[in-house]
């Protein structure tokens, strides 16, 4: 197999991979397609292969792990190949460390070369050009595997996060992405005296699920901003049942939280989006409603402002009065005589007339 100086220059990239990629984890080693058709559906699903010409130089190799999350490859061809499958079931990360793959995804051509990969997400098809002599990590994940690392950034109701078609694995959290997927296949290189414990084992696949997940999670701000505002959303209509239910008192911020299972913040926004005012004030106006009403429905000989000021939850007359006056144009006592003058006139009206 001709593996040149290039792979070498991989350990920039990947300081754990140290010539093929677990080179004695041989799962296959054919010059005859046919059985490596047969081998390949095995280990993940299926694939087709269509080579450039004939192969002359053909020379199979695929070495590997089985993991509880992900599958790991190493693949060489040793000569040019279009890789295609059908809607796949797992996502698929092509990892080049020598020579080049051009993919089509979304209907775009992208290339990737040493220190990128392309990404196939699950439900696509994948559609890749093998350069000759090209050596890749091939990554499989499991579809739930990566959907329950992207819960703490994702709405539990997404089905599939967003995911980039080709990641930049020379800085930032793709720096990281890359170190890991070299930490794990040196981890589970026999020839190095890799053979980690379970726990390890588990923890490598969460740190590199976790950081494909932090790499791709700029892509779903939409899906977090619509996930958020149907959760404030939630929390405020349990916070104004809440405030309903306890007109008579003024409750506070900490405890409508608590209710609507939001953060005071977050429930500041959400009453800003549905009603333009924060709890408070909208809780103050329920109670106001409340005072109004009896101020106009109640027999006005039988109402005194200093009792509505108790009963609806209002530290003092004066507030009581401040407050009033700001959202309805008048004072209590004006709304109560206008109530006592209309009793009088209602009164008078249902007196019998004098007949002539």
């Given amino acids: 197999m001709a593996v040149s100086a290039e792979i070498a220059a991989t350990q920039r990239v990947f300081p754990g991979i140290h010539g093929f990629p677990m080179s004695q984890r041989l799962l296959l080693h054919t010059r005859e397609l046919g059985r490596a058709v047969q081998v390949i559906h095995e280990l993940v699903e299926p ?157 490598l696949q969460d740190l590199l699920l976790t950081t494909l997940v932090c790499m791709n999670a700029h892509l779903w701000q939409p899906q977090l901003d619509q996930a958020s505002t149907r959760r404030r959303r939630t929390g405020v209509a349990r916070a104004v049942e809440h405030i309903e239910r306890n007109t008579h008192r003024a409750v506070g911020i900490a405890e409508l939280s608590r209710v609507a299972c939001l953060s005071p913040r977050s429930l500041q926004m959400g009453f800003a989006e549905c009603f333009e005012v924060g709890p408070m004030t909208y809780s103050r106006r329920v109670r106001l409603s409340r005072a109004r009403e009896e101020l106009t429905t109640a027999d006005p000989r039988n109402v005194q402002i200093s009792d509505l000021v108790a009963h609806w939850g209002f530290p003092s007359v004066s507030a009581f009065t401040r407050h009033y006056r700001q959202n309805f144009g008048e004072l209590p006592s004006q709304t109560l005589r206008e109530a006592r003058r209309s009793l009088r006139r209602n009164a008078a009206n249902s007196l019998p007339q004098a007949s002539g």
């Fill in 47 to 203: 694939f087709h292969f269509l080579w450039d010409r004939t192969p002359a130089h053909a020379d199979i190799r695929v070495t590997g792990v089985v993991l509880e999350k992900l599958k790991l490859f190493g693949v060489y061809h040793g000569a040019p190949v279009l890789v295609q499958s059908g809607v796949l079931q797992s996502h698929y990360i092509v990892v080049p460390l020598q020579g080049d793959v051009v993919g089509t995804i979304n209907s775009a051509q992208i290339r990737a070369v040493p220190g990128e990969a392309l990404l196939y997400p699950a439900g696509t098809r994948l559609h890749a050009h093998w350069s000759e002599h090209c050596v890749a990590l091939v990554l499989a994940i499991a579809r739930e595997a990566l959907i329950t690392a992207a819960r703490r950034y994702l709405p539990a109701d997404a089905s599939s996060p967003a995911l980039m078609p080709k990641l930049d694995l020379s800085t930032g959290a793709g720096r990281s992405f890359a170190n890991l997927l070299g930490c794990l296949c040196a981890e589970n290189d026999s020839a190095r005296g890799g053979n980690p414990a379970p726990g390890v084992k588990a923890g």
